[in-house]
């Protein structure tokens, strides 16, 4: 059965950070190009960042670059994003996901398998 499962979610204040985390099981995570998706209320679902198979390339959108930074550990079928310098306009539902894409991408169609998502909210 495949599963991914992000955790690490919450309340931070502005200028905070937090670590998600996505942890996968069923498929062989190693073979997978990974992202992290968010989507606010009234609001499309964002590709924010990517990373491919063995993690030597990542994508990060305008909206997250230099503030967010994307990493997987194959051997613990894990991926993270930690997220620093949060504003109350990264408040959103964040979701991992997993596509056979060979490179980054933040394409929803190109992603096979996703996670339930975990809410993270900005707010003083």
């Known amino acids: 059965q495949v599963q991914l499962v992000e955790s690490g979610g919450g309340l931070v204040q502005p200028g905070g950070s937090l670590r998600l985390s996505c942890e996968a099981s069923?498929?062989?995570?190693?073979?997978?190009?990974i992202g992290w998706f968010r989507q606010a209320p009234g609001k499309e679902r964002e590709g924010i960042s990517s990373i491919s198979r063995g993690g030597g390339n990542t994508y990060y959108a305008d909206s997250v670059k230099g503030r967010f930074t994307i990493s997987r550990d194959n051997a613990k079928k894990m991926a993270y994003l930690q997220m620093n310098s949060l504003k109350p306009d990264d408040t959103a539902v964040y979701y991992c996901a997993a596509s056979n894409y060979f490179a980054p991408t933040v394409r929803t169609g190109r992603y096979n398998y996703w996670g339930q998502g975990t809410q993270v909210t900005v707010s003083s």
């Open positions: 069923g498929f062989a995570f190693d073979l997978y190009t």
